[in-house]
């Protein structure tokens, strides 16, 4: 099955500058590749994701881009705030077809943002 | 988000017990899923259902059994055959497979004592 590897697992920055979160994957059928952000003790929430057909995503101060030859992808977020800090998700799943519901996801990152 | 809620939010077990977990959504959405959260884990897969009347085991299915009678309920049961049920448990319901968005529900906190 799909493997999905998330780094680093901690990561702290200073208010202004820029994170950036590495996620690979095995599974070189994976298409569809969604990003969560979840607070302390809520539910995870999706900011960005990112379909095989592109290589890359913005959404305001969030980026997401995909190498799909090297199987990694990778979360920016630029100007980064104090309420930027939470535990950060990569996922993956094929999409459509056979193991499209099985999303993996990557065992997280804490982000700290430092004013 | 607010579409899929989760009960109760805390609950506690007692060794040898059975307990359910309940989950009900009103987006409409065909797909429904359970993932457990460990401290420093990412989310692990225990079952999905693509249907109704229909459920496929995830990664970790040992010690749980769901139902999907009707389309808006998804409840889990964590049974005594669960080594370890003390977790972070959340469920989750999407419109096509996980290529489309995948909403959670606030989660239940399980605790055996």
């Known amino acids: 099955g799909e493997n999905v590897e998330q780094h680093p697992s901690t990561l702290s920055v200073q208010e202004g500058d820029s994170a950036v979160i590495k996620c690979t994957y095995s599974d070189s059928a994976s298409n569809y590749f969604p990003w969560y952000k979840q607070e302390l003790g809520k539910r995870p929430q999706l900011i960005i994701d990112i379909r095989s057909n592109v290589g890359e995503k913005k959404d305001q101060r969030i980026a997401v881009t995909l190498n799909k030859t090297a199987k990694h992808f990778s979360l920016h977020i630029t100007e980064t705030q104090p309420e930027d800090s939470a535990v950060y998700f990569c996922a993956a799943s094929k999409g459509s077809g056979a193991g499209s519901y099985q999303l993996t996801f990557g065992k997280g990152t804490k982000l700290s943002v430092i004013p | 988000d607010g579409g899929i809620t989760q009960s109760p939010k805390y609950l506690f077990r007692k060794e040898g017990q059975n307990v359910t977990l309940s989950c009900e959504q009103n987006l409409n959405h065909d797909a429904m899923y359970w993932y457990r959260q460990d401290p420093g884990q990412g989310l692990r897969l225990i079952y999905y259902s693509q249907i109704v009347n229909d459920f496929q085991k995830g990664d970790i299915a040992e010690g749980y059994s769901v139902s999907r009678e009707k389309k808006e309920s998804f409840p889990l049961t964590v049974t005594s055959a669960q080594k370890n049920p003390t977790a972070f448990y959340l469920c989750?319901?999407?419109?096509?497979?996980?290529?489309?968005?995948?909403?959670f529900g606030e989660g239940s906190w399980l605790t055996v004592v």
């Open positions: 989750a319901s999407s419109n096509q497979g996980s290529g489309n968005t995948i909403y």
